[in-house]
């Protein structure tokens, strides 16, 4: 869709002309008459009035009123350098924290080295700001890599999504503002780069230590579950039921447990964790003294989050004061005669 075209010399913007051939406009590519589609259906465009074959030098007219828009205005908006890592991908990209530069004075093609540079802005400092401005084509790799050889800051804003037709106040602000940019080089931002990849080199390995440290401190708890599940075998112990608040151990809920001093681990307080599928009929014995022997195939509780956390768990075998017979859901394997 073109949106500039010339007019008596002058490029103007489509929003600037009347409507139709009334806006004595050719074409800068083919010298042709435009016409300005300036209805209400339609993004207002110039259109060819016999040829469609011709982009109207969509890609050196945009680039060209880039350059010129931001050396009338002489101010740009650029990502704060002293972003961290993070902000260099590509979902950060798209809504950077942006800082406002202004310049006393801006050149357009300017040679640096054997390069043509699109714009130089001077900041009143005196630095130097390069900008470069990307329609179809991004900065060279070669010249992207002088610039950072030369530690030239170097900015370059890329319009190519500009292409779907646009008004001129769209463009301005495209241009000046909203396009995405990126740092080609920044000292400051190199530094803090540097400084933040250091930062997270850091934090790896000290997260990958503890994680080791966890991983064998978890594997050596759940080895000592299983010993002793295994080692007590069919043994059937003797607690009592109640009710405990498992956060001490990680795992955020409360849930049925069987408290034993005898011969439970001291590292979960002597308790076992009730099987799930019995909390809700066992939830009213509690107090009671209960047999019970541990399971050894299923020492995890697992959390929402699917992860697993040892801890012994309980198969309720009898309940003081129930007679077997009230106790036929239980799927228990021993019975203590002598809690009859
Ligand atoms: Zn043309």
Redesign the pocket.
């Known amino acids: 869709m073109i949106q500039f075209a010339e007019r008596h010399g002058r490029i103007v913007h489509v929003s600037e002309v009347p409507s139709g051939l009334m806006c004595e406009c050719i074409?800068v590519?083919?010298r042709?008459r435009l016409i300005a589609r300036k209805g209400r259906e339609v993004t207002h465009h110039f259109a060819?009035r016999d040829t469609f074959d011709?982009d109207?030098?969509w890609e050196g007219l945009t680039h060209s009123q880039a350059k010129q828009l931001i050396a009338e205005v002489r101010s740009l908006f650029v990502p704060l350098h002293d972003v961290a890592l993070h902000d260099y991908t590509s979902r950060a990209l798209r809504r950077p924290v942006m800082q406002k530069v202004e310049f006393e004075r801006v050149n357009t093609e300017v040679s640096l080295g054997n390069y043509r540079i699109d714009l130089e802005g001077i900041h009143a400092s005196g630095k130097r700001l390069v900008i470069e401005i990307a329609v179809t084509s991004a900065c060279s790799r070669r010249k992207r890599q002088f610039l950072r050889r030369q530690q030239e800051p170097a900015v370059e804003i890329y319009l190519n999504q500009l292409s779907k037709g646009f008004t001129l106040d769209e463009f301005k602000e495209q241009v000046l503002k909203t396009a995405p940019r990126i740092w080609i080089y920044n000292s400051l931002f190199e530094q803090t780069r540097s400084q933040e990849r250091r930062r997270r080199r850091a934090l790896r390995s000290d997260l990958e230590e503890r994680a080791e440290q966890y991983e064998s401190a978890f594997q050596d708890l759940q080895q000592r579950v299983r010993d002793l599940a295994t080692h007590s075998g069919d043994r059937l112990f003797t607690g009592i039921l109640q009710l405990r608040n498992l956060k001490e151990f990680d795992i955020p809920f409360r849930t049925l447990c069987v408290f034993s001093e005898s011969g439970l681990l001291a590292e979960f307080q002597n308790l076992a964790v009730v099987e799930e599928r019995y909390v809700s009929r066992l939830g009213q014995f509690q107090g009671r003294t209960v047999g019970f022997f541990l399971l050894p195939e299923d020492s995890f509780i697992t959390l929402k989050s699917k992860l697993r956390v040892p801890f012994p768990k309980a198969r309720i075998a009898w309940i003081e004061g129930v007679p077997q017979d009230k106790l036929k859901w239980l799927k228990y394997r021993k019975w203590d005669p002598g809690m009859r």
């Open positions: 074409c590519a083919c042709r060819h011709c109207g030098g």
